[in-house]
Structure formats: C-alpha cells, structure tokens
C-alpha cells in the first residue's frame, strides 16, 4: 500500500501541497485496494499507521544518538519491521480465508 510518510506538521507548512500530497495518496491507496480485489494480490495498508509517526521514519535530531538525519520518507528499523509484522499477518489472514475456501 502506498503511503504519504511526510508527517502531516511539516506538510503543514503548505496547506496546499499538504492537501494535495494527501489527495494524491489516497486515490493511489484507493485504487490499489480495489485492483488488488480484482486482480487477486495482497495489499497491506500501512497508511495510517505511519501518519504523523516520525519515530517509525529515518528521521532524527538528536544529536546524542550518534546519527542526526532530516530523511522524512525512508523508514528506519522499527519502521520496517512494522510493515513486516503488517504483511505477516495480513498474508496468514488471507491464506487462511483461501484454505477455509477449499475446504467447503
């Protein structure tokens, strides 16, 4: 699932680029989700859980953690592990709906 990672305060700073950036996610999530029922391919929406989360992002000021980065749109360590325990779930959930199919 597409998702706008640039947290919703600093897209702030331009209202309209910040509607925008979120029109354009949307109706980019939007149509994912409605092809993938079409199509038959998992999608996973990761959209709300990185809103407006910078501890998910790469992005850090903390000059005592050794890594200062302004990177608002790579997620770190967490980030990705979160998207990992999102597709595990969201894969067993749907292999498990296909099975159920089968056996019926």
């Given at each position: 699932?597409?998702?706008?990672?640039?947290?919703?305060?600093?897209?702030?700073i331009?209202?309209?680029v910040?509607?925008?950036?979120?029109?354009l996610?949307?109706?980019?999530?939007?149509?994912?989700?409605?092809?993938?029922?079409v199509?038959?391919f998992l999608?996973t929406?990761?959209?709300?859980q990185?809103?407006?989360k910078?501890?998910?992002?790469?992005f850090n000021l903390?000059p005592?953690?050794g890594s200062?980065?302004?990177?608002?749109?790579h997620q770190?360590?967490?980030g990705h592990?979160?998207?990992?325990?999102?597709?595990?779930?969201?894969?067993?959930?749907k292999?498990?709906?296909?099975n159920?199919a089968?056996?019926k």
């Open positions: 699932m597409i998702f706008n990672p640039t947290p919703q305060d600093i897209l702030s331009s209202v309209p910040s509607d925008w950036a979120n029109t996610v949307k109706s980019m999530n939007s149509t994912k989700k409605s092809e993938s029922l199509k038959n999608v929406d990761v959209y709300s990185f809103l407006n910078l501890n998910l992002m790469s903390n005592l953690s200062l980065s302004l990177d608002l749109v770190n360590a967490a592990r979160l998207i990992a325990d999102m597709n595990y779930v969201n894969y067993n959930e292999l498990q709906k296909v159920n089968k056996t």
